[in-house]
């Protein structure tokens, strides 16, 4: 970082910015909304790693996007940079306390009261009962029809969050209800309007357009009216410094000493919910299609988890080194975060060729830093085999952020995936049943339709 810091972040002459394409910005807007990677890699060809975008209804966003440049973005510290919330798209998802939207020693604050929960150990240290929801939940699935991945990965991947949350099994009835009526209360119609919605911020205050808010207005509302009695309910009991999320962020206290008020707590579970709901079951769903396409690759897989034997436990499964492969070789090419965004820098960043001003927005993308050809012999190719011997840092894999906004939900997220992806592959013959592309379904990018397959219980030999 260079130079002092600027209180007034707007005040950032435009014309300091790296270059970028001068299409209008509507066009720039389209072009963002379709989820087109080959627009954004034509950017980087043409202005370099360094590129800004205008798109219409938002201020201008420095995009990042190789390793080197990315690096420097997650090297940021507290002073550095505060989150970008004045136009983000994120704007419509969340309010004002939440997780994205609090800086400093208020965020240190909330990410203190997360960490143990959401820690690789404690994370591992309930991979058993995990894997056993996994595997009872595919063990259900139709055996003709077919089965919509997307909303079966995150109706799952919530029940899972929820009793991080509150504790108990993810199958606990209380734990079950709550998740689905989350997930009803954010489902969304994945209308083209609906999905323009989250990027342009007027739209989003017409409650009919607002994905979040418009869908099913009553199961949202019972939703947080639930999530309000649960955390009252607790804070009356008395929370324990051991106990689960929703008992830590009840002890947590704000920079001033102030505890989060129950308000205030539910904004941080909310935003878990959110963040964690969709996201896991695109990478699963995104696996599943790049598996799909490459045959060969889905027949090695089954062959390594056949040979762990008949019922192998979660740690076997998760362990399996091609697995972990497909996982991250997914999360390279079709990262569900179209970008990570949450940054506006307080003081210049010098990334090289350019100095950005102080109140930048700043992105990094992880679909360009994963399609790096420095970094990825054929960066286009699905080949899992490329991380086999290797586990990238952040800033060279950035699907999960880096720095100090780094996923909080990184190992929960990994394991579930693993498990879940292990599990379709070995109990079910899968099959496409259309054609699908990605698209984008709020704030993460999924398969269409929902990536619906034909999941026939496999005939053993
Ligand atoms: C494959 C699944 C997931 C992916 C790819 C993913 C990706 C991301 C990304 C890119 C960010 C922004 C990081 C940054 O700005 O540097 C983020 C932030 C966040 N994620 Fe995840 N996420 C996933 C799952 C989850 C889960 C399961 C949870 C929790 C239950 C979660 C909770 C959050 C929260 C709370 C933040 C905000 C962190 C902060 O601002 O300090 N995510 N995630």
Same mark, same amino acid.
């Given at each position: 970082?260079?130079?002092?810091?600027?209180?007034?972040?707007?005040?950032?002459?435009?014309?300091?910015?790296?270059p970028g394409p001068?299409?209008?910005?509507?066009?720039?807007?389209?072009?963002?909304?379709?989820?087109?990677?080959?627009?954004?890699?034509?950017?980087?060809?043409?202005?370099?790693?360094?590129?800004?975008?205008?798109?219409?209804?938002?201020?201008?966003?420095?995009?990042?996007?190789?390793?080197?440049?990315?690096?420097?973005?997650?090297?940021?510290?507290?002073?550095?940079?505060?989150?970008?919330?004045?136009?983000?798209?994120?704007?419509?998802?969340?309010?004002?306390?939440?997780?994205?939207?609090?800086?400093?020693?208020?965020?240190?604050?909330?990410? /203190?009261?997360?960490?143990?929960?959401?820690?690789?150990?404690?994370?591992?240290?309930?991979?058993?009962?995990?894997?056993?929801?996994?595997?009872?939940?595919?063990?259900?699935?139709?055996?003709?029809?077919?089965?919509?991945?997307?909303?079966?990965?995150?109706?799952?991947?919530?029940?899972?969050?929820?009793?991080?949350?509150?504790?108990?099994?993810?199958?606990?009835?209380?734990?079950?209800?709550?998740a689905d009526l989350?997930?009803?209360?954010?489902?969304?119609?994945?209308?083209?309007?609906?999905?323009?919605?989250?990027?342009?911020?007027?739209?989003q205050r017409l409650?009919?357009?607002?994905?979040?808010?418009?869908?099913?207005?009553?199961?949202?509302?019972?939703?947080?009216?639930?999530?309000?009695?649960?955390?009252?309910?607790?804070?009356?009991?008395?929370?324990?410094?051991?106990?689960?999320?929703?008992?830590?962020?009840?002890?947590?206290?704000?920079?001033?000493?102030?505890?989060?008020?129950?308000?205030?707590?539910?904004?941080?579970?909310?935003?878990?919910?959110?963040?964690?709901?969709?996201?896991?079951?695109?990478?699963?769903?995104?696996?599943?299609?790049?598996?799909?396409?490459?045959?060969?690759?889905?027949?090695?897989?089954?062959?390594?988890?056949?040979?762990?034997?008949?019922?192998?436990?979660?740690?076997?499964?998760?362990?399996?080194?091609?697995?972990?492969?497909?996982?991250?070789?997914?999360?390279?090419?079709?990262?569900?975060?179209?970008?990570?965004?949450?940054?506006?820098?307080?003081?210049?960043?010098?990334?090289?060729?350019?100095?950005?001003?102080?109140?930048?927005?700043?992105?990094?993308?992880?679909?360009?830093?994963?399609?790096?050809?420095?970094?990825?012999?054929?960066?286009?190719?699905?080949?899992?085999? /490329?991380?086999?011997?290797?586990?990238?840092?952040?800033?060279?894999?950035?699907?999960?952020?880096?720095?100090?906004?780094?996923?909080?939900?990184?190992?929960?997220?990994?394991?579930?995936?693993?498990?879940?992806?292990?599990?379709?592959?070995?109990?079910?013959?899968?099959?496409?049943?259309?054609?699908?592309?990605?698209?984008?379904?709020?704030?993460?990018?999924?398969?269409?339709?929902?990536?619906?397959? /034909?999941?026939?219980?496999?005939?053993?030999?």
């Amino acid at each position: 970082m260079t130079g002092a810091e600027d209180r007034s972040p707007r005040s950032r002459p435009r014309h300091l910015l790296p270059p970028g394409p001068r299409l209008p910005g509507i066009i720039q807007l389209l072009c963002e909304t379709g989820v087109n990677w080959r627009y954004l890699q034509l950017l980087r060809r043409r202005f370099g790693p360094v590129f800004t975008m205008t798109a219409a209804f938002h201020e201008p966003v420095v995009v990042v996007s190789s390793p080197e440049t990315a690096r420097r973005v997650f090297a940021l510290t507290r002073d550095d940079f505060t989150h970008a919330n004045a136009t983000s798209s994120l704007e419509g998802a969340m309010d004002g306390r939440s997780i994205f939207f609090i800086d400093r020693a208020d965020h240190q604050a909330i990410r /203190r009261a997360l960490a143990v929960p959401f820690s690789r150990r404690h994370v591992a240290g309930d991979a058993a009962p995990l894997h056993d929801l996994i595997r009872r939940a595919v063990a259900k699935l139709p055996e003709r029809g077919p089965v919509a991945l997307v909303p079966f990965g995150e109706r799952l991947a919530t029940c899972v969050v929820v009793a991080l949350i509150f504790g108990g099994a993810a199958d606990d009835p209380r734990n079950e209800a709550l998740a689905d009526l989350a997930v009803a209360g954010l489902e969304r119609s994945g209308s083209f309007l609906e999905r323009l919605s989250v990027l342009v911020p007027p739209l989003q205050r017409l409650a009919w357009l607002n994905p979040y808010k418009a869908r099913h207005a009553d199961e949202a509302g019972r939703f947080a009216t639930v999530i309000a009695e649960r955390v009252a309910a607790r804070r009356a009991e008395g929370p324990s410094a051991d106990g689960p999320v929703l008992d830590r962020l009840l002890l947590a206290r704000w920079s001033d000493g102030r505890p989060l008020d129950d308000e205030e707590v539910a904004s941080q579970i909310l935003a878990l919910i959110v963040a964690g709901n969709e996201t896991t079951a695109s990478v699963v769903a995104f696996a599943v299609r790049w598996l799909l396409m490459n045959r060969p690759i889905l027949e090695a897989l089954r062959d390594a988890l056949d040979a762990l034997g008949p019922e192998p436990s979660a740690d076997a499964l998760a362990a399996v080194p091609l697995l972990q492969a497909v996982c991250a070789e997914t999360l390279r090419l079709s990262p569900p975060t179209w970008s990570v965004e949450n940054r506006r820098l307080r003081r210049p960043l010098d990334l090289g060729d350019h100095v950005l001003p102080a109140g930048t927005r700043v992105t990094v993308s992880p679909v360009l830093v994963g399609r790096d050809a420095g970094l990825y012999r054929d960066p286009e190719r699905f080949d899992p085999s /490329r991380f086999l011997a290797l586990s990238p840092p952040p800033h060279e894999q950035p699907a999960f952020g880096g720095g100090l906004r780094l996923c909080p939900g990184l190992w929960l997220a990994t394991l579930e995936m693993r498990l879940l992806l292990a599990e379709l592959v070995r109990q079910r013959d899968l099959t496409p049943v259309r054609r699908t592309r990605p698209m984008r379904a709020g704030l993460v990018v999924v398969p269409s339709h929902g990536m619906p397959v /034909r999941a026939r219980p496999r005939v053993r030999a």
